[in-house]
């Protein structure tokens, strides 16, 4: 079956830095992956989809890359923010009726 | 605002009982979503809805039941045979290749 990693440590970071963040797969590519954003005892928010034949894809201060050969995606968010801390997500779509999610890592960003 | 609402927010159940979280949404997405989430093990596929008047178990479905029988409403429900209901329960909704938007969860607890 299908798994996914993300780095279970919390990444910690100054103020106005890149966080990045990596999501690894096992097995074969989806078609999709998918970035979300969770607060402490909320639901997680929808940020970014990248297809499988796109490379990187950009939001604002967030880029997402994919790269089908190493079976990785990364997330970057530059000139990082104390708001920006919270739990981020990646999942991975079969084009199936439902996403595989991962267990997200933690990121801390310090004053 | 267009969105998906939980019901309640903390539901404390006793043993032996049967209680129905609720799931409503008025985006007009067919497809809906019930997920468990505890600490350090990422979100859990309980159920999951295509379109109304059908439904299909996910991962972990044993001890829960749903019904679809309005496009704008997924309850669950844990029944007694859930031996380990304590949980933050999380309702999704989505449209075809796009991001899933989540509610702001039901934290149940066994007392």
């Known amino acids: 079956s299908q798994k996914i990693e993300q780095n279970s440590e919390a990444l910690n970071i100054q103020e106005g830095k890149t966080a990045t963040l990596t999501c690894n797969y096992t097995?074969?590519?989806?078609?999709?992956l998918q970035w979300y954003r969770q607060d402490p005892g909320r639901g997680p928010v929808f940020l970014l989809l990248?297809?499988?034949?796109?490379k990187e894809k950009r939001k604002e201060r967030l880029k997402v890359t994919f790269d089908t050969t190493l079976k990785q995606s990364l997330f970057h968010i530059t000139a990082s923010q104390p708001a920006d801390s919270a739990t981020y997500l990646c999942?991975?779509?079969?084009?199936?009726?439902?996403?595989?999610f991962g267990t997200g890592t933690r990121l801390q960003v310090f004053p | 605002d267009g969105g998906i609402t939980q019901s309640p927010k903390y539901l404390f159940r006793k043993e032996g009982q049967n209680v129905t979280l609720s799931c409503e949404q008025n985006?007009?997405?067919?497809?809906m979503y019930w997920y468990r989430q505890d600490p350090g093990q990422g979100l859990r596929l309980i159920y999951y809805?295509?379109?109304?008047?059908?439904?299909q178990k996910g991962d972990i479905a044993e001890g829960y039941s749903v019904s679809r029988e309005k496009k704008e409403s997924f309850p669950l429900t844990v029944t007694s045979a859930q031996k380990n209901p304590t949980a933050f329960y999380l309702c999704?909704?989505?449209?075809?290749?796009?991001?899933?938007?989540f509610g702001s969860g039901t934290r149940l607890t066994v007392v």
């Open positions: 097995n074969y590519s989806p078609a999709y």
């Open positions: 809805s295509q379109i109304v008047n059908d439904f």
């Open positions: 985006l007009n997405h067919d497809a």
């Open positions: 999942a991975l779509d079969y084009n199936t009726d439902k996403l595989i």
């Open positions: 990248i297809r499988e034949n796109e």
């Open positions: 999704a909704s989505s449209t075809r290749n796009y991001g899933y938007t």
